[in-house]
Structure formats: structure tokens, C-alpha cells
């Protein structure tokens, strides 16, 4: 049963008000007032002189549990929601694993799942590591991206992108964060330009919800819970009221949701599950045998779950 080990983060110490990323990136007036007021978004935490290398290093760097066990990784794999991110023939992730020592490894990048690909790297590190017959094999889980363009910068009416960074050592088997079960729906006829298309925007926006409870529940009935066997749900840092309004659908607590880091952080693409679990655990909001919930959405459209037990 695939493990989540370790969890570290990595968050710039530049924290910048949305409306001068709003005046950066010509928000509206009306656009600003949304984000702030209904969606809850306060600051965002970039790094406006940082590379894309830079912002994954510091997060590995923080992962500890990783020095002494580098020849136990088999699997480095980059979660990115972008389907690209440096110009050929740059290529961070291997430029990471050779500053890491971790040359050995298998490297690569799985993506294509958008801001829920965190998800589908942990559930396919669980199952390469399946194979491997060493009990102490390891797959280091990387996410965090650069808004690099407005397209990476901003979803509209919806949220704005942050840089926070994870790392995640994953294993086939352990005592704590077992994952439970993984489930993913897909919509792909929301896979378009949402700022360019006001009529698939609103479909998204109407259906959203709906897809999201869908990969909820599903993730639930694999695992055998209900609602209620939860100690926590970590969101994805999208908006809080999009959370709020999902919480009060399903008949969830919207005390059980981690909201903190959406109007303090942001929205870190795929980094979002990992950094609101490392919050979790930091604040003692989970405990030994409790079980929580991990969700994400991606635009294009991917939603997904994942049940973990602490």
C-alpha cells in the first residue's frame, strides 16, 4: 500500500498583494474586487528573481528525510501542470537529480492532469515502486512551477497562480499516510482557452462542482468511508469559496477543510496537496489512524481523489 513518507515545502519569502499581480497582469477593477472579497485571495507568494531549477532545489533542499537515502531513490518524477515549462533543450529535472545525486534514478515528468497531476505522481510512484524488490526503494515526488506567462499566472474568474514548491518521498509500503484510494474523472470538452471562451467558461464553472463531488465520493467508496470517517480535507488552493459552497453541497464541515494557505500562499499548480499537507501536519490537525481526503481539480478538465490514513 503506497506510503507518503515525507513532505516538504518550500515557500518564496516574497509575498505580493493580488492587486499589484492584478496591475501586472491587467486584471479589472471588477476581477480584483472578486478575487479579494468573494474568493477569499489576500497575497500570493512569488519569486520574481528565481528560476524554475531554483524553486524545485529549495524544496528538495528542505526535505531532509531524503540526505543518506539518495541510493535508495529509484523514481524522480516532476508533477507539472504546464505542458511546458522551459524552453528546449533546458531540462530542470535532470539538471535536479544530478545536483541531488540522484543520477541513478528513473526521471520524468507526468502532466496533461493540470493542477491534479500532484495526485497522479504520488499514485504512480506507488505503483513503480510495486515492482521493486528492495523494501527500502523510494520515488521522490517533486511539484512547483513559474507563472512565467499570464496564461500561468491567472484562471479567470477563478484564482491566481502562487509559486510554492513540494517535495515527497514516497514508498510501496508503510505505517503512516497510507493512500486508501485514487480516483480521477475526466471531462475533456472543457480542454480549451476559458479566457479566450466566455460560453466553455460558464460550463466549466456549472459543472465543476458537480465532476468534484463525483472524484469525491468515488475516492470514498473505494476506501469504504463516508464523509464523516474524515479528520480533513486538503484542497486544492484554487478560492475559498468555491470550497465553501462544494463543503455545503456534499454536507461537509467547512471547519474540516484547510483552507488556510489560499489567501496566504496561493494557488502552487500541482504543489497545492502537498504544502496543505505539510500544514496539516505541522498545525496537528492529523493524528495517528486518522483518515483524510486529498482533492484537486485541473483545467482541460481532471478531477481527482485520493483517500490517505494517517
Not at 276 to 304: E, Q, V
Request: aromatic letters at 6%; a negative charge.
Amino acid at each position: 500500500m503506497t506510503a507518503l513518507e515525507a513532505v516538504a515545502v518550500h515557500l518564496p519569502p516574497h509575498a505580493v498583494p493580488i492587486e499589484a499581480v492584478g496591475e501586472h497582469i491587467g486584471l479589472t477593477p471588477r476581477q480584483l474586487k472578486l478575487f479579494r472579497r468573494f474568493h477569499g485571495l489576500d497575497q500570493l507568494r512569488l519569486d520574481p528573481h528565481g528560476t524554475l531549477p531554483d524553486l524545485l532545489d529549495a524544496a528538495v533542499d528542505n526535505l531532509t528525510e531524503l540526505r543518506g537515502r539518495e541510493r535508495h531513490v529509484r523514481f524522480v518524477i516532476y508533477a507539472r501542470s504546464m505542458p511546458v515549462a522551459v524552453p528546449y533543450p533546458l531540462n530542470p529535472l535532470h539538471d535536479l537529480i544530478a545536483r541531488r545525486g540522484l543520477a541513478h534514478a528513473s526521471a520524468f515528468t507526468v502532466t496533461h492532469h493540470a493542477c491534479a497531476v500532484g495526485l497522479l505522481a504520488i499514485d504512480l510512484a506507488g505503483r513503480l515502486l510495486a515492482g521493486d524488490p528492495d523494501p527500502e526503494a523510494l520515488a521522490l515526488v517533486v511539484a512547483g512551477e513559474k507563472t512565467f506567462t499570464r496564461d500561468a499566472q491567472v484562471v479567470p474568474e477563478t484564482g491566481v497562480f502562487a509559486e510554492g514548491a513540494a517535495a515527497c518521498l514516497v514508498r510501496a509500503t508503510g505505517e503512516r499516510h497510507r493512500v486508501l484510494s485514487f480516483a480521477v474523472r475526466q471531462r475533456p470538452e472543457f480542454d480549451g482557452r476559458l479566457a479566450e471562451d466566455p460560453d466553455l467558461l460558464a460550463r466549466y464553472q456549472r459543472e465543476y462542482p458537480v465532476v468534484l463531488t463525483e472524484a469525491i465520493e468515488a475516492a470514498l467508496d473505494q476506501a469504504g468511508l463516508d464523509l464523516s470517517d474524515l479528520t480533513a480535507v486538503l484542497p486544492h488552493n484554487v478560492n475559498q469559496a468555491s470550497w465553501r459552497m462544494l463543503a455545503r453541497r456534499i454536507g461537509l464541515p467547512v471547519e474540516k477543510v484547510v483552507l488556510d494557505n489560499v489567501p496566504s500562499v496561493g494557488h502552487s499548480f500541482a504543489a497545492d496537496s502537498l504544502i496543505n499537507l505539510h500544514t496539516a501536519t505541522t498545525r496537528g490537525l492529523l493524528r495517528r489512524g486518522d483518515r483524510y481526503l486529498i482533492a484537486a481539480a485541473g483545467i482541460g478538465a481532471t478531477f481527482s481523489a485520493m483517500t490517505v490514513q494517517c
